[in-house]
C-alpha cells in the first residue's frame, strides 16, 4: 500500500512562488506515473499535471502550462510541483497520486487511473 504525503503549501501573493512536494513510500516509486490534483474550494477536483515513471514525459493542464514544472527524484522517492507566476485563482488544495498502471508509456493521464492520493496541501494566492 503506497503512503504520499504533500508539504509545501501556504499563503503567498499573486505573482509569488511556491514549491510542493510528495514523499512516497510502500510501492516501488521509480516504476509509476504520478500526478497533482487541485480542489478549489465549492469545485470539483482537477487535473494539474503527470509526469512519467521515467520522468521523461510531462503533462499540464492548460491553465498552469508555462508556469507550473512537474518533476520527480526517483532515488529520493519524491514528486515536485514548482509553481510560478502564481495567480488567486491557482487557489486550491493540491493532492499529489500515484498512477496504478506500472510501467505506463500512454499519455492519457485521467483521474482513475490513480489510486492512491495524499491529504493534500493548502495553496493560497492573496490577490
Known amino acids: 500500500q503506497v503512503q504520499l504525503v504533500e508539504s509545501g503549501g501556504g499563503l503567498v501573493q499573486a505573482g509569488g512562488s511556491l514549491r510542493l512536494s510528495c514523499a512516497a513510500s510502500?510501492?516501488?516509486?521509480?516504476?509509476?506515473?504520478m500526478g497533482w490534483f487541485r480542489q478549489a474550494p465549492g469545485k470539483e477536483r482537477t487535473f494539474v499535471a503527470a509526469i512519467s515513471w521515467s520522468g521523461s514525459s510531462v503533462y499540464y493542464a492548460d491553465s498552469v502550462k508555462g508556469r507550473f514544472t512537474i518533476s520527480r527524484d526517483n532515488a529520493k522517492d519524491t514528486l515536485f510541483l514548482q509553481m510560478n507566476s502564481l495567480k488567486p485563482e491557482d487557489t486550491a488544495v493540491y493532492y499529489c497520486?500515484?498512477?496504478?498502471?506500472?510501467?505506463?508509456?500512454?499519455?492519457?493521464?485521467?483521474?482513475?487511473?490513480?489510486?492512491?492520493w495524499g491529504q493534500g496541501t493548502l495553496v493560497t494566492v492573496s490577490s
Open positions: 497520486a500515484a498512477d496504478r498502471r506500472k510501467w505506463y508509456t500512454g499519455t492519457n493521464y485521467y483521474e482513475n487511473a490513480f489510486d492512491a
Open positions: 510502500g510501492r516501488t516509486f521509480s516504476t509509476y506515473g
